[in-house]
């Protein structure tokens, strides 16, 4: 994601246009995803508060492999069982 501008020339990583961005993560041990759902809650609501207009009705939703994967296929699933 990090050198998306230096590949295709758009940085859209630091636009406020683009949507639907996917992220795969590992989740520590002992850590519920009611925790993780409330911290990305949080996240929203400061990058909003940051960009109001840009940002009205930002959600940041956690989804589980199975979910996602079967969205962007093997690569999701295969992360989540190593």
Do not use: C
């Not at 995803?33 to 400061?46: G, K, P, S, Y």
């Amino acid at each position: 994601m990090a050198n998306e501008a230096s590949l295709d020339g758009v940085d859209w990583l630091e636009s406020r246009s683009h949507r639907n961005v996917f992220s795969i993560v590992r989740i520590r041990d002992g850590v519920t995803m009611l925790q993780v759902q409330a911290e990305l809650n949080t996240i929203a609501a400061r990058i909003a508060g940051q960009y109001p207009k840009e940002e009205e009705g930002l959600a940041l939703k956690l989804a589980r492999p199975g979910l996602i994967g079967d969205f962007m296929g093997g690569p999701a699933r295969d992360f989540w069982l190593r």
